[in-house]
């Protein structure tokens, strides 16, 4: 599976849009992009996916670049209750080795009003 | 009810201790896996499954044992458990036919003595 690679940490101000953007440079043509995000130690709750056009859901949406190198997941009015980690993942879909999806640390998020 | 739940949810033991932390899932799901997360970090993977008796290693498999007699349930064992083996555990699982987002429980605390 392609590794991914996101900053650590990031700030937005309550009301702004915030964008988490997420490196995976290694990513394969039927690998798709998830993510995720874990509010305090709660288990992590998927957000969307997508494998190269853009999507969008009502929590978010989710930019790939036409390479598929990296993405972005926006939120486009942050909360103070979006304060959260953010992962992003790669993995395969409708595919019997779907096989190991790991996370890696993900980038805190953190709102500010 | 319908879902996937994790036991115990919090559990002390001593060093050297076997303990099962107990996942159930009610979806029929194809794929399931152990992540461990400790204090202030990301997921790691420590075993998954793609069916029934069918399991792999993950990122930090050193220590546990994993058995998938039957699809629904994914017990991971401590042999003889460890203090580094303290940690939140995580179980979840997912579909590759469908959306194949990870649906995760709610985490099993475990501190080892």
Redesign the interface.
């Known amino acids: 599976d392609a590794k991914t690679t996101q900053p650590p940490s990031m700030d937005c101000a309550e009301g702004r849009a915030a964008n988490l953007p997420c490196n995976h440079s290694t990513i394969s043509g039927n690998e798709?992009v998830?993510w995720?995000r874990q509010i305090h130690?709660?288990?992590?709750?998927?957000i969307i996916?997508g494998l190269k056009n853009n999507e969008t859901n009502e929590m978010a949406s989710l930019i790939i670049t036409e390479d598929r190198k990296s993405s972005t997941l926006i939120l486009p009015h942050a909360t103070l209750r979006d304060t959260a980690?953010y992962?992003c993942i790669v993995?395969?879909?409708?595919?019997?080795?779907?096989?190991?999806?790991?996370?890696?640390?993900?980038t805190t998020l953190t709102v500010k009003p | 009810d319908a879902g996937i739940t994790q036991s115990p949810r919090y559990k002390i033991t001593e060093t050297g201790r076997q303990v099962t932390l107990m996942c159930h899932q009610t979806w029929s799901h194809s794929?399931m896996?152990w992540?461990r997360q400790d204090l202030g970090?990301?997921?790691?993977?420590i075993y998954?499954s793609?069916a029934a008796d069918i399991t792999?290693k993950?990122?930090v498999p050193d220590g546990y044992v994993v058995s998938r007699s039957k699809t629904e349930n994914f017990p991971l064992t401590l042999e003889s458990a460890t203090r580094s083996q303290t940690s939140?555990y995580?179980c979840?699982s997912?579909e590759?036919?469908t959306?194949?987002?990870?649906?995760?429980?709610?985490?099993s605390r475990l501190t080892v003595l």
């Open positions: 798709y998830y995720y130690s709660q288990g992590p709750q998927y996916h980690v992962y993995r395969l879909l409708y595919n019997t080795n779907a096989g190991k999806s790991t996370f890696g640390d993900g | 794929y896996f992540y970090h990301g997921l790691r993977l998954y793609a792999d993950g990122e939140v995580f979840a997912s590759y036919r959306t194949g987002e990870l649906f995760f429980g709610e985490g």
